[in-house]
């Protein structure tokens, strides 16, 4: 079983701290994405990896960077975390698609408050 | 921007209905629809998905149709149970966008013994 592992399950924070948010898979997947979940917006790519020292930006990068060092391992940086950064951080990951289609495989998530 | 609209937010059936979701597209170059399911403190899992050049798939009690013509796709759950309780997305993924997902909003189902 493909196993997507997030550091913590809740975090809090304080406004202008900077945030670390790790993540490590066990499928030596290329893909790894960030997302944040949020009521009613459903999930929101936040920036993703094709593979160690490459990243993308998603929808809202904006507040947020990435660090891919290694194939495993996929950590999301706030460089000052403010309050409207309060949510559900979701990491996944998944195969290239290829000739088939490779689902995302998610962790159970981070529940990050900023106060 | 790429968006999917899912509908409704949130759901309540009773148990033994039929649970309905809709999904709309808007960019013709998705080629793959997924739908994800996730329980309370855990993530997403996928469910079931499609691609376009079929109409219908179906998985046990959970079906897949899909209206391409309408850029359209719907998820239908069965027999609804208690089980079932849970958040569903849709979403949709486009062919040169590598495996980047676009997700719906997301519907809260809530399956009432």
């Known amino acids: 079983d493909v196993k997507v592992t997030q550091s913590s399950r809740y975090l809090v924070k304080r406004t202008g701290e900077k945030v670390f948010l790790e993540c490590v898979q066990d499928?030596?997947?290329?893909?790894m994405f960030w997302y944040r979940q949020d009521p009613g917006l459903g999930l929101r790519l936040i920036y993703f990896?094709?593979?160690?020292?490459?990243?993308e930006k998603g929808d809202i990068p904006e507040g947020y960077s990435v660090s891919r060092e290694k194939k495993e391992r996929f950590s999301l940086i706030l460089e000052s975390a403010s309050t409207n950064q309060t949510s559900m951080y979701l990491c996944?990951?998944?195969?290239?698609?290829?000739?088939?289609?490779?689902?995302?495989?998610f962790g159970d998530g981070t529940r990050l408050s900023i106060l | 921007q790429q968006q999917v609209k899912q509908s409704p937010q949130s759901l309540i059936v009773q148990k033994g209905g039929i649970s309905i979701i809709n999904c709309a597209y808007e960019?013709?170059?998705?080629?793959?629809f997924p739908w994800y399911q996730q329980f309370p403190g855990k993530g997403p899992a996928l469910l079931i998905a499609?691609?376009?050049?079929?109409s219908e798939k179906k998985e046990g009690r959970f079906t897949i149709s899909f209206n391409k013509s309408a850029k359209q796709f719907s998820l239908h759950i069965m027999d609804s149970q208690p089980g079932d309780s849970a958040t569903y997305f849709c979403?949709?993924?486009?062919?040169?966008?590598?495996?980047?997902?676009?997700f719906g909003q997301g519907t809260e189902l809530s399956v009432k013994p």
């Open positions: 990896s094709y593979d160690v020292k490459m990243k």
């Open positions: 499609i691609r376009p050049d079929v």
């Open positions: 960019n013709t170059a998705f080629d793959y």
């Open positions: 979403a949709s993924r486009s062919y040169n966008q590598g495996g980047k997902l676009i």
């Open positions: 499928m030596d997947h290329e893909n």
């Open positions: 996944a990951s998944s195969l290239l698609p290829g000739e088939s289609n490779q689902p995302q495989h």
